[in-house]
């Protein structure tokens, strides 16, 4: 379904130039988003994504490239106040450290802990005043499952599970 004009708002998608993001900004486009903020460490996309950067901007809708290290509480203020009148936000930002739990460090565990669960903090946070009308922590199955060489990935994910259940039972988007 397509959201009548206004409906929508301005969204931000954390983690906006990797796959998940581009995707997730395409997605919102067609679905009647009256601009995206694609936020990432770098602020540039990869030259890999250029298809799906040009499939968006083909969209029509109006779409930003934004520096923001979402593991920084500064960056994430910053972005959501410079965003006027966000509607939604999108957490897909996320790294990879992969490593047996024997293997695994306070660094690497940092790596993969900051962008993911810190970061969906900060987000919880610079958004705790606004109406959003949408809210996605994008998490993934290995809070669940697990996997060998990903506890950091598992543990980060289950954060975003748990965050996630807080904000539906606090009534949030």
Not at 28 to 38: E, M, N, P, S, Y
Not at 142 to 170: E, I, K, S, V
Request: one cysteine or more.
């Amino acid at each position: 379904r397509k959201a009548s004009s206004g409906e929508c708002g301005m969204h931000v998608v954390t983690g906006g130039t990797g796959g998940l993001g581009l995707l997730t900004g395409r997605w919102l486009a067609q679905r009647g988003a009256d601009g995206l903020v694609l936020a990432s460490r770098s602020g540039t996309l990869m030259q890999s994504a250029a298809r799906e950067w040009d499939a968006l901007q083909a969209s029509g809708v109006p779409a930003c490239l934004e520096q923001c290290d979402t593991g920084e509480d500064a960056h994430i203020r910053r972005l959501i106040g410079r965003t006027p009148s966000p509607g939604g936000v999108w957490h897909a930002a996320g790294v990879l450290a992969d490593g047996l739990l024997a293997q695994q460090t306070a660094a690497t565990l940092a790596r993969v802990y900051g962008p993911k669960a810190h970061a969906a903090w900060s987000v919880q946070r610079g958004c705790a005043a606004l109406p959003l009308r949408a809210c996605a922590l994008f998490s993934s199955v290995a809070a669940l499952l697990g996997g060998a060489a990903r506890a950091n990935y598992a543990a980060a994910n289950g954060y975003l599970d748990a965050l996630a259940a807080a904000r539906r039972a606090a009534g949030e988007a």
